[in-house]
């Protein structure tokens, strides 16, 4: 049984999640609501989208394994096309920033941890999960799947860093 794929890819998103958590450390508390534009994404909202992505697509759908999430997360934080409520920008709609960072380490640890336990013989198969239809095209292959989420991780947490690094006293936006 080789593990050195499934090994890569654990790594990676364990670097991923270092790299959020970083760009969560510098998110001062004045820009954790800050959108570009009304109905944008704004920090709270994008580390709670990447925790409830990242439980429901990899713990749910790609390994078959119960998410580590509290129940208000999915709807507060699924984008709307998959029946995620709008962004709000008034930050008593979200969980605290402590409990939405400590929700994502919890959930991002679960998920390397899960990952660790497949062979590499499981990643060229489908996900362990049931994917509903509208995202059959998006994870049709475990291996690629977790990538493509680790990816998807890594992404928002360039949305991180910059909202943090906005120069919103003169009017620059992204």
Not at 31 to 53: D, F, I, N, Y
Not at 73 to 86: I, Y
Not at 92 to 99: I, K, R
Request: include cysteine; charge should be negative; aromatic fraction near 6%.
């Amino acid at each position: 049984m080789s593990k050195s794929n499934v090994n890569m890819i654990a790594d990676l998103f364990s670097a991923s999640t270092a790299a959020t958590l970083a760009a969560a450390e510098k998110v001062p508390a004045d820009r954790r609501m800050l959108q570009v534009q009304e109905g944008k994404s704004h920090p709270t909202w994008l580390l709670g989208h990447m925790a409830a992505v990242t439980g429901n697509a990899v713990m749910g759908l790609c390994l078959a394994k119960q998410p580590p999430l509290p129940a208000d997360f999915s709807p507060l934080f699924a984008p709307e096309f998959l029946g995620g409520k709008p962004i709000e920008s008034d930050v008593a709609a979200y969980p605290s920033w402590d409990q939405i960072v400590a929700t994502y380490k919890q959930v991002a640890d679960a998920v390397v941890s899960a990952i660790r336990e497949l062979d590499d013989s499981d990643l060229a198969g489908p996900p362990k999960g049931q994917v509903p239809p509208p995202l059959k095209d998006r994870f049709g292959v475990l291996g690629q799947s977790l990538v493509f989420m680790a990816m998807h991780n890594t992404y928002h947490t360039g949305q991180l860093n910059l909202l943090a690094a906005l120069d919103v006293k003169s009017g620059v936006t992204a």
